[in-house]
């Protein structure tokens, strides 16, 4: 990969639920660009993924959210996973830590069902995004203009729709981290 993260601190959002593919492939390509990622969730200890149609592995929880401060960081990621983001919207203390990253101008990447958080901290307005075809409608009521891209990038926000999107979305993530804040990412909010 042609961009380095060293020196960058990335938080990656979830609780059980979560895709597992759509948080451990983009925390390891994080990792490989330099990052250094900490899983971040309203619980404490471990997190339980979703493999496709089962339970699948556990990862570890870095940082409580209720500790966490976006100002420690570079950038965010929103795995999916139904279960995951349907969650953490209900979480007011996930939903600011999110709209938080947008104020700062921070780059943002969700995938899948990961945008339904854009929605709920209401930073899609005007936007062009992707995401899950069932979120769609979300989006769109939103504000949003979805297209239906393998990932989309709108000022520091990247979007992507599935598990087979993740070598695109590894791409421009680490792109739009590289690159820094974004004042477009920071007027949308």
């Known amino acids: 990969m042609s961009h380095d993260l060293s020196g960058r601190k990335i938080a990656i959002l979830a609780t059980d639920g979560f895709e597992q593919s759509e948080l451990t492939e983009p925390k390891r390509a994080l990792e490989q660009a330099g990052a250094t990622t900490h ?3 309203p619980k404490s200890g471990r997190i339980r993924g979703w493999q496709h149609t089962d339970w699948g592995d556990e990862v570890a929880v870095d940082v409580a959210l209720e500790q966490a401060r976006p100002e420690d960081y ?9 279960i995951n983001p349907d969650k953490l919207r209900m979480e007011p203390k996930a939903v600011a830590f999110v709209r938080d990253f947008f104020e700062a101008g921070k780059p943002v990447g969700a995938i899948c069902h990961g945008p339904w958080m854009l929605v709920e901290a209401d930073v899609v307005r005007g936007r062009k995004v992707t995401s899950w075809p069932s979120v769609k409608t979300d989006l769109r009521n939103a504000g949003a203009e979805w297209v239906d891209q393998e990932v989309v990038v709108d000022q520091g926000l990247v979007t992507s729709r599935k598990p087979d999107d993740i070598p695109a979305f590894n791409a421009k993530l680490i792109e739009e981290f590289a690159e820094g804040r974004h004042e477009g990412q920071r007027r949308s909010a």
């Open 39 to 41: 899983v971040i969730s």
């Open 74 to 82: 570079d950038g965010l990621v929103l795995p999916g996973g139904q």
